[in-house]
C-alpha cells in the first residue's frame, strides 16, 4: 500500500541542476534506508546514493561530489540534488525504500543532460 511518487526530472544542459523528489505515501514507519538508483537505456541499473535512517549518507564515485542525497522527515520525502550534470548522467532514476517488511520503488523520473 505504499507508493512513491517521483518528480523533478527533465531536460538540462551539461553543468546544470536538478533535484529530483521522492514523495513517500502510505504506512512507512521506519527504514533501513533510502536510495537513487538510474538506469540508462542498454545497461544495467546502478546504484547512485544512499542516505540511512541514521542521515548517514554514500555515494557512487560517478556522482560523489557533485549529487547530494537528502530527506525531509515531516514531508516524507527524499531528494537528489544534482549539480555539474554530465551527458553521462543520463538515464531514468529511480527512488527506492527498504523496509523491515519489503523493498519499494518509485515510478522513475528521466533526466537528460544534453547540449
Known amino acids: 500500500q505504499v507508493q512513491l511518487v517521483e518528480s523533478g526530472g527533465g531536460l538540462v544542459q551539461p553543468g546544470g541542476s536538478l533535484r529530483v523528489s521522492c514523495a513517500a505515501s502510505?504506512?512507512?514507519?521506519?527504514?533501513?534506508?533510502m536510495g537513487w538508483y538510474r538506469q540508462a537505456p542498454g545497461k544495467q541499473r546502478e546504484w547512485v546514493a544512499t542516505?540511512?535512517?541514521?542521515?548517514?549518507?554514500n555515494y557512487a564515485d560517478s556522482v560523489k561530489g557533485r549529487f547530494t542525497i537528502s530527506r525531509d522527515n515531516v514531508k516524507n520525502t527524499a531528494y537528489l540534488q544534482m549539480n555539474g550534470l554530465k551527458p553521462e548522467d543520463t538515464a531514468a532514476y529511480y527512488c527506492?525504500?527498504?523496509?523491515?517488511?519489503?523493498?519499494?520503488w518509485g515510478q522513475g523520473t528521466q533526466v537528460t543532460v544534453s547540449s
Open positions: 542516505i540511512t535512517s541514521r542521515g548517514l549518507t
Open positions: 527506492k525504500v527498504v523496509t523491515m517488511v519489503q523493498t519499494y
Open positions: 502510505g504506512s512507512i514507519f521506519s527504514f533501513n534506508y
